[in-house]
Nanobody, 121 residues
């Protein structure tokens, strides 16, 4: 059983940067690929970014490509999402997830509690 605890997020203005972190406990962190998803108001939860267990491969949603960067530190059991050039449409609750490699929610077994990110124009 892997428990994911998120931190970071909050309020930002368009063009600002924010960083989300997610710390895992229990299980073996390095066994899992990690992902970030988000749910905007009135919308379904969607894929944002993913990174393989060793960190050798990453994948991003088109909407965040070039602005967001996912990284992981297996020694510290952490995964981070650096969000630059934020836009109002990035406003959402962000979730980290651990599981198999993929861009669909079904690939991930464990989920963080969610962190609100609000970007004003």
């Amino acid at each position: 059983q892997v428990t994911l605890v998120q931190s970071g997020g909050g309020l930002a203005q368009a063009g600002d940067s924010l960083r989300l972190s997610c710390v895992a406990s229990g299980g073996t962190f390095s066994d899992h690929s990690m992902g970030w998803f988000r749910r905007a108001p009135g919308k379904e939860r969607e894929f944002v970014a993913a990174i393989t267990w060793r960190g050798g491969s990453t994948r991003y949603a088109d909407s965040v490509k070039g602005r967001f960067t996912i990284s992981r530190d297996n020694a510290k059991n952490t995964v981070a999402l650096q969000m630059n050039s934020l836009k109002p449409e990035d406003t959402a609750v962000y979730y980290c997830a651990a599981g198999a490699w993929g861009t669909t929610q079904s690939a991930y077994r464990y989920w963080g509690q969610g962190t609100q990110v609000t970007v004003s124009s």
